[in-house]
């Protein structure tokens, strides 16, 4: 099976996109194209892809990504036996082309619910514009298969979906959680609470316990990272490849997930948080409803208030003054991600169910 896979909004080395869905394609002796905005984000093709570049769709600059993707698609369509596109803008690129290969949009959030998010949309479009959303994914729904990274968005549609849980690789042994490093791993934005984590910094900076944060950082966000990385509050990795970020998680005291109660949050799983879980790292997070039901479920972790640096701060020092419950939370998580959420566990489903829709047999 040769699929062809697409996203000008993700950066290339995104974990579910390439790390996941993409290995566990090539894993399986699938041959894979992969276009996306290698040029943009600096980023080298994987060896055991065939990469194709595209323009990054970026704030309102997103219509030459569309034309491009849609380009490469009239000129591969002959060429793959299936597509999967990751970004509701490339619904675009392949719309109305006939004689086309199947196409799979892999749902990875609340689109319309993401417009709160988006500094560069007016208010007074953001009604407007989630509307067309929602029609959209009506209209995507009827035209092409659809794939769910989250339980939580299946009411969005009006028949059943197969679902693909952000999952991630969980190592066969980890190291035990230290006592001088936090660590955040993610997208760093004002919603996901990159103003608490240089306050929680600040606060932390007399005690010796570290902040590290490991993301990309949006536009709104960089200046005030850069100021606290030269005042030596932080240190601040940017974006790094995924099998690298997950490295610099093992041996911390802690990882955060700081999010602010947004309507995209309330019903998805960080996918961070099983990150930490794997690497054996107790979770401090905001009370967003996934997250306590999974630090709850496996007491893996502590929940704290919304925008709470000193609540935050002060979860730090618990744990790093009590390294029997610290260990016992990083171990119990380690324990539950290893059983329910290691990727190889939904990677075979995955791989089998594009299978079926390219009506290829093994």
């Known amino acids: 099976m040769h699929v062809l896979v697409m996203t000008v909004v993700h950066n290339p080395e995104d974990a579910r996109i ?5 290995r566990a394609l090539v894993d399986a002796g699938h041959e894979v194209t992969y276009a996306a905005s290698f040029t943009a984000f600096g980023v080298v093709p994987r060896p055991w892809v065939t990469g194709v570049d595209l323009p990054r769709a970026a704030q309102r600059k997103r219509l030459s990504a569309v034309w491009a993707a849609r380009r490469l698609f009239k000129r591969m369509r002959d060429k793959v036996d299936l597509v999967l596109v990751h970004d509701p803008e490339l619904l675009f690129a ?3 082309i006939r004689n086309r290969p199947p196409v799979v949009w892999d749902v990875h959030e609340d689109t319309p619910a993401t417009l709160s998010l988006k500094p560069w949309l007016p208010s007074p479009l953001r009604p407007p514009v989630r509307f067309m ?3 959209l994914e009506g209209t995507a729904e009827r035209h092409m298969h659809l794939m769910l990274a989250e339980t939580a968005y299946a009411g969005r549609f009006k028949h059943a979906h197969p679902i693909v849980p952000n999952e991630t690789w969980v190592p066969d ?16 934005s004002r919603a996901r609470g990159v103003i608490e984590a240089v306050e929680v910094a600040k606060l932390l900076q007399p005690y010796r316990v570290a902040v590290e944060l490991i993301g990309y950082a949006d536009p709104q966000s960089r200046p005030m990272l850069n100021q606290a990385v030269t005042e030596g509050l932080l240190e601040w990795r940017d974006f790094m ?8 998680l093992d041996g911390a005291l802690a990882g955060l997930s700081l999010l602010h109660d947004e ?10 948080i099983v990150e930490y879980m794997a690497h054996g790292i107790p979770v401090i997070t905001t009370p967003s409803p996934r997250a306590v039901e999974l630090v709850e479920r496996y007491d893996s972790g502590v929940v704290v208030p919304w925008e709470d640096p000193k609540a935050v701060a002060q ?3 618990t744990l790093r003054d009590d390294v029997r419950e610290r260990r016992a939370q990083g171990a119990r998580g380690y ?23 390219a009506g290829v047999s093994r």
């Open 315 to 317: 979860a730090v020092l």
């Open 335 to 357: 324990a539950a991600a290893r059983a329910n959420h290691h990727w190889p566990n939904s990677a075979k489903r995955f791989v089998t169910q594009l299978e079926s829709w």
């Open 133 to 135: 959303a929602r029609m």
């Open 241 to 248: 490849p995924n099998d690298e970020a997950l490295k610099r």
């Open 94 to 96: 392949v719309w109305g």
């Open 263 to 272: 309507p995209n949050y309330r019903h998805s799983m960080p996918t961070k």
């Open 18 to 22: 390439l790390h996941r869905q993409i």
């Open 173 to 188: 042994s980890v190291t035990p959680p230290g006592d001088d490093r936090v660590v955040y791993l993610g997208w760093l």
